[in-house]
């Protein structure tokens, strides 16, 4: 019996891509909710085809007996004022809440170039000093405040390649001068290997009690050492086959979860690989991703169980 209290869920980018609509253009959301639920998945997060308008978007779930994971919200306070902020996420923020979701996945987007093609990722913002990263710190601290005391919403910082926070050093750097009460961590396997953590179990050690999400990706490393080689832009790389499912790739997905479980995570952990489902059939491989994790936190849970 699992005795692990976590939900395995899955993102749509398996099925069809925001930052690369063409990818997965012609499928539809029943597709992929159909598909999801019918692999074992007991939630989604949210994507460009899913209903925008709160109740819509619950019934269209509940066909499926899915819940609402959390949703990507692109976040623009290393260049913006925390009030403008505020404003722009109210029905976001509204829609995540009425759908029962406890975290909202931020993603910087200000000065991000992981939606340019033509700009490699050598290219990509940075902050210039200790002032600019302490400034940001307190913006980021006082909208996480806000989500949690207006929506009861954890604000999961998620590290990125092509934005501000990328490698394992910026993670450290805003998890030191960020409050733990307003701003947690989204712990991506992928893009902490990425950003150049050889071993993303060590990092998320380091960082493990601010995890308030999991994305679980997993990488082809010679993709991204190619990606990096010849300068080449995230979504090259994507389209190259940088990221896949879990079980697929490279990384150690049972260190990745044990440290989890012994830190006493209790939240999502989320498939996602950005990929071209003509080259990596949608179907196939949320189910590999899926069979993976599942088998791994079967045995955690199992081998507590035994403890116990």
Sequence with gaps: MNTWNVRIGIN?????NDDLPALGAATPLSTALREGAEIGYA???????????????????????????????????????????????????EKLRFNGCKVVVYGEVAGSIQGRMDTPLSKRPRFAGEAQWAAYAARLNAFGEHLKAKYGITLAYHHHMGAY???PQDVDTLMALTDPAC???????????YGGAGDPAALLRKHVGRVAHVHCK??????????????????????NGTFTVPGDGDLDFEAVLSALHEAGYEGWLVVEAEQDPAVAPSYAYAKKGYETLRGIVDRIGAAQAEVL
């Design 12 to 16: 749509p980018l398996s099925w069809m």
């Design 183 to 193: 701003v947690s961590l989204l712990f991506d396997t992928g893009h902490a290997y």
């Design 165 to 167: 926070v990328e490698s």
């Design 43 to 93: 939630g989604f997060e949210l994507g460009n085809k899913f209903p925008s308008e709160p109740a819509a978007l619950k019934a269209t779930l509940a066909e499926y007996g899915l819940a609402c994971v959390s949703g990507w919200y692109s976040g623009h306070l290393a260049e913006d004022t925390v009030d403008a902020e505020i404003d722009r996420c109210a029905a976001h923020m």
């Design 218 to 239: 997993d990488v082809r490393a010679g993709v991204i050492r190619q990606t990096r080689n010849e300068s080449l832009s995230f979504l090259d790389g994507v389209l």
